[in-house]
C-alpha cells in the first residue's frame, strides 16, 4: 500500500480513443500533481492542485485535461493523443500548508504506462 | 534548459563500498532540495532532503551533503547494498513555487555483490 493509488498500470489507446486516468491518495494530503516521464526525460510537472484548485499549468496541450472532485481523487482525461504522448504518468500527493510549502515530500504513486497507437 | 542536472547516467558499485550520486542546479532561488529513489515499474519513493539553511543531512547509511556556493549536491550510501540498486532522482524545489518539484534526469546505481 503506498498511499498513492493509480489505475490503470497499463493502457494502450488509439489517437481517436478518449480515456482517463485516475488518482487516489490515503495520505490525508491536501495538494495532488500530474507529472509526464518519458525516454531519457527528467520527470516533467504537468498540474498542479492545491486544496483542489489548480494552481499549476505547465503549457500542458489541451489534449490532457485534469479534473480534481476533492483532495483525495485528481483525474487526467485524455483524448485525440498522439503517439509522443506515449509515457509513463505519475500522480503525486503532499501535504502543504501556508508557509513553507517545500518542506513537505511528494508521495508518487507507480504510475500508468500509456501507450498510443 | 535544465535546471537540475545528473550528469551520470549509470554508476555500478561493489556492495559494502561507498556509492556518490551528484546533482548541480543552476537556479539560486532552490531551496529545499530531495533525493527520490525508483525502482522498476514502481513510482519514486522519497529517500532524504535537505534544505539550504544546512550542509548535510543524515538517516541511516544516507547522507545528503549540499554546497550552495557550488550549486551541488550529493548523496553518499554507505555501505551499499545489492538492495540500493535502483534509479536516484534529485529533484529541487524554491520557496514559494508551491513546493513544485524540478527533477534531474536520474542515475541508474548498480550494486554488485
Known amino acids: 500500500e503506498t498511499g498513492v493509488t493509480q489505475t490503470p498500470r497499463h493502457l494502450v489507446m488509439g489517437m481517436t480513443n478518449k480515456k482517463s486516468l485516475k488518482c487516489e491518495q490515503h495520505l490525508g494530503h491536501n495538494a495532488m500533481y500530474w507529472y509526464k516521464q518519458s525516454a531519457k526525460k527528467p520527470l516533467e510537472l504537468m498540474f498542479v492542485?492545491?486544496?483542489?484548485?489548480?494552481?499549476e499549468n505547465n503549457s500542458v496541450p489541451s489534449r490532457f485535461s485534469p479534473e480534481c472532485p476533492n483532495s483525495s481523487h485528481l483525474f487526467l482525461h485524455l483524448h485525440t493523443l498522439q503517439p509522443e504522448d506515449s509515457a509513463l504518468y505519475l500522480c503525486?500527493?503532499?501535504?502543504?500548508?501556508?508557509?513553507?510549502?517545500?518542506?513537505?515530500?511528494?508521495?508518487f504513486g507507480d504510475g500508468t504506462r500509456l501507450s498510443i497507437l | 534548459d535544465q535546471q537540475v542536472k545528473q550528469n551520470s547516467p549509470s554508476l555500478s558499485v561493489q556492495e559494502g563500498r561507498i556509492s556518490i550520486l551528484n546533482c548541480d542546479y543552476t537556479n539560486s532561488m532552490f531551496d529545499y532540495f530531495l533525493w527520490y529513489k525508483k525502482y522498476p515499474a514502481e513510482g519514486p519513493t522519497f529517500l532524504i532532503s535537505i534544505s539550504s539553511i544546512k550542509d548535510k543531512n543524515e538517516d541511516g547509511r544516507f547522507t545528503v551533503f549540499l554546497n550552495k556556493s557550488a550549486k551541488h549536491l550529493s548523496l553518499h550510501i554507505v555501505p551499499s547494498q545489492p538492495g540500493d540498486s535502483a534509479v536516484y532522482f534529485c529533484?529541487?524545489?524554491?520557496?514559494?513555487?508551491?513546493?513544485?518539484?524540478?527533477f534531474g534526469k536520474g542515475t541508474k546505481l548498480s550494486v554488485k555483490p
Open positions: 529533484a529541487a524545489s524554491a520557496r514559494g513555487s508551491q513546493g513544485n518539484l524540478i
Open positions: 492542485y492545491n486544496f483542489k484548485e489548480q494552481t
Open positions: 503525486a500527493s503532499s501535504r502543504v500548508t501556508g508557509g513553507d510549502v517545500g518542506i513537505r515530500p511528494q508521495h
